[in-house]
């Protein structure tokens, strides 16, 4: 009986968690695959390669030594997403998406949902915020160049381009709800700019919900037609434990 070949598709911290829990599995050989857009990336168990594979040609190709492919990425590496079902289908590849749920508005909420980055910048211009979060990392920042007002932008790395006024905040979450807190008054905020990530940064959330602060909330893509869904690496576990022993030898 030869050992079931799982390929993790990586880069979050489910994606982390499930690559420890299928190395610790018998029978079960696992490698995660990291786009290396960040220096220094937390690594998982198992074999890991950095780097794309070249689009969907290059997919598919990675996919003749694979028995599963789970997908784990970011809810908004919407373009990796789409290639991995397209490879998937074209082998004949299980695929399974690990997505973690997103967030609900509860009482005391204001946020205003737009659909992209670029809705997001045109809902901070046409509401006259001042003093704008931008808690969406490095990417995307560029619709927001030339909105008049000023920007505390948070991320892991230094995006490629600011506002003309801004602070740049390097740092990794999750963060604590007192900071948060405190970022958002010692930075006497207006309006919140986040990703609909779900997960562990809600923080940021919570804050604004305190303090009376709008938020703006960008929602996530859909995922391909087709896929597996799960919600937690539980689900993608069980999905792996599924799958039919590969041939021998």
């Not at 919407?78 to 079902?85: G, K, N, S, Y």
């Not at 006024?165 to 970022?183: N, Q, T, Y």
């Not at 959330?205 to 960008?218: D, F, H, N, Y």
Request: glycine letters at 10%; proline letters at 7%; hydrophobic letters at 50%.
């Amino acid at each position: 009986m030869s050992a079931r070949r799982v390929l993790v598709l990586g880069g979050t911290a489910e994606a982390r968690e499930l690559a420890d829990a299928l190395a610790a599995t018998p029978d079960v050989v696992v490698t995660t695959s990291l786009a290396g857009r960040t220096r220094d990336p937390r690594l998982p168990a198992g074999d890991v390669r950095t780097g794309g594979f070249g689009g969907v040609e290059g997919l598919v190709a990675a996919l003749a030594e694979v028995d599963l492919l789970v997908d784990a990425t970011h809810p908004f590496a919407a373009r990796m997403t789409e290639h991995a079902a397209a490879a998937a289908a074209r082998v004949g590849t299980p695929f399974v998406v690990l997505r973690r749920p997103g967030w609900t508005a509860g009482p005391g909420d204001d946020w205003r949902r737009v659909p992209t980055t670029g809705a997001a910048a045109a809902a901070c211009a046409a509401g006259g915020y001042g003093r704008v979060f931008l808690a969406i990392g490095r990417q995307g920042v560029d619709p927001f160049l030339d909105v008049d007002a000023w920007f505390l932008v948070r991320a892991i790395e230094a995006p490629d381009a600011l506002p003309a006024r801004s602070e740049l905040m390097l740092a990794r979450g999750p963060f604590a709800l007192d900071d948060e807190r405190a970022l958002l008054r010692r930075h006497r905020v207006d309006v919140v700019v986040a990703k609909d990530s779900g997960g562990a940064t809600e923080a940021k959330l919570t804050a604004a919900r305190e303090l009376g602060v709008p938020v703006v909330l960008i929602d996530r893509p859909g995922v391909p037609a087709g896929a597996t869904v799960v919600d937690d690496v539980a689900g993608a576990l069980a999905v792996v434990r599924e799958q039919p022993w590969p041939p021998c030898g």
